[in-house]
Every structure is written in C-alpha cells, then in structure tokens.
C-alpha cells in the first residue's frame, strides 16, 4: 500500500506570499496518477491538479503542480484570501486504490 | 453540466441500517468509476472503495471491507453505500466522486451522525 506523507503539516502565511506543499510517496508513485485537492471548510475537495501538472478546469494559474517518482510539490504563487484552506496530495492508479496525504492547512499568519 | 448529487443528512442508533446514495448526471455514468470517501470530524480523507457502474465490479480498501457494502443501479444512474449495521464510530461525512482525470467531481457530501 502506498502511503503519502504531506509537508508541512501547518503552513502561516500572510496574503500575497508564496505557498510551498510537498507530497511524498512511500514507494514510486506514476505521475498520471497524483492529483492535489483544496478543502474549504463545510465543503467538498475540489480537484486543483492531475497528472502531477495539469490544471483542472477553471482553476488559476497561481496554481502550479511539479515533481516525479516519489516527490510532488503543489506551489501557490501568491496567495490570495481565498486560498486560505486544507490541501490533499491523492495517488488514484495503483490498482485504482485511492490514496490520499493527511492534509496541509495553510493558514493566515 | 457533470455532478454528482448525494441524499441528505442521516441520524440513526447504533445497530440500525442505512443506504445512502449518489446520483450522476450530465456523463455517461456507466462508462466511469465511482469511488467513496470518509472524513470523520476534523480529520482527513479515507477512501473507502469504488464500484464501476457499467458492470458493478467493485473495489475495497482493506480498512472498509466488510463494513459497507458499495452498489450501483445504472438504471438510474446511483450508486449507493450501505451499512447493515452502525457504529458511533461510523459517525462522519461522506463523499461520492467519480474516477477520471483526477478525482472530479465530488458529490456535497452526506453526513451521517451515529448516536443512541
């Protein structure tokens, strides 16, 4: 079972400064199948990233996914006040077991 | 448009049964996964299991298997999450989401509170 290990597990920052999230997987993991989710609370996840690197739809392009093998990176490039939420690294290949990381929040400093 | 649409929020006692459920629209539902994930209060994300709805083979995860049972009826286009028999523990919210290029979309959640 691949398990996904997100960092830091708190992240303060103020608006308007960079937002740094890394995902690292227990064993390799294919890029095809890592996607990144931003949770508000009271709602649903909302997909951000698949394929590691591809934007979904409507999504801004302050939004960035990199990273191969077993170490992704979601970077927010300058956080807005809605960005301000918990984020989920997701691998959904592997024997289309879902599995996801305990979560980022990125709060206001 | 494509979404998931989930049944309302539940209250039942332990020991009692429940099915909720999770209707696709605006996709070919039978041609698409359809996974389903727990998050209990203040904690993350658990997947559950997934079910394709074109010929029901499902999936579980080891941690849920023999605690729910995963179905669909593509008739209708639903899939359905059932519990013969509740825990408190089993207390949480639960999500619908469809397999595709990422995990997308996700239902509004159903939140099922478990108390005597």
């Known amino acids: 079972e691949i398990v996904l290990t997100q960092s830091p597990g708190t992240l303060s920052l103020s608006p308007g400064e960079r937002a740094t999230l890394s995902c690292r997987a227990s064993?390799?993991?294919?890029?095809?199948?890592l996607a990144w989710y931003q949770q508000k609370p009271g709602q649903a996840p909302r997909l951000l990233i698949y394929?590691?690197?591809s934007r979904a739809t409507g999504i801004p392009d302050r939004f960035s996914g990199s990273g191969s093998g077993t170490d992704f990176t979601l970077t927010i490039s300058r956080l807005e006040p809605e960005d301000f939420a918990v984020y989920y690294c997701q691998q959904y290949g592997s024997s289309l077991m879902w599995t996801f990381g305990q979560g980022t929040k990125v709060e206001i400093k | 448009e494509v979404q998931l649409v989930q049944s309302g929020a539940e209250v039942k006692k332990p020991g009692e049964s429940l099915k909720i459920s999770c209707k696709g629209s605006g996709y070919s539902f039978t041609n698409y996964w359809i996974g389903w994930v727990r998050q209990m209060p203040g904690k993350g994300l658990e997947w559950m299991g997934i079910?394709?709805?074109?010929?029901?083979?499902?999936r579980y995860s080891p941690s849920f298997q023999g605690q729910v049972t995963i179905s669909a009826d593509k008739s209708i286009n639903t899939a359905y999450l059932q519990w013969s028999s509740l825990k408190s523990s089993d207390t949480g919210m639960y999500y619908c989401?469809?397999?595709?290029?990422?995990?997308?979309?996700w239902g509004q959640g159903t939140l099922v509170t478990v108390s005597s």
């Open positions: 989401a469809r397999h595709a290029s990422g995990v997308d979309p």
């Open positions: 079910i394709y709805p074109g010929d029901s083979d499902t």
């Open positions: 064993q390799s993991v294919s890029s095809t199948y």
């Open positions: 394929g590691a690197s």
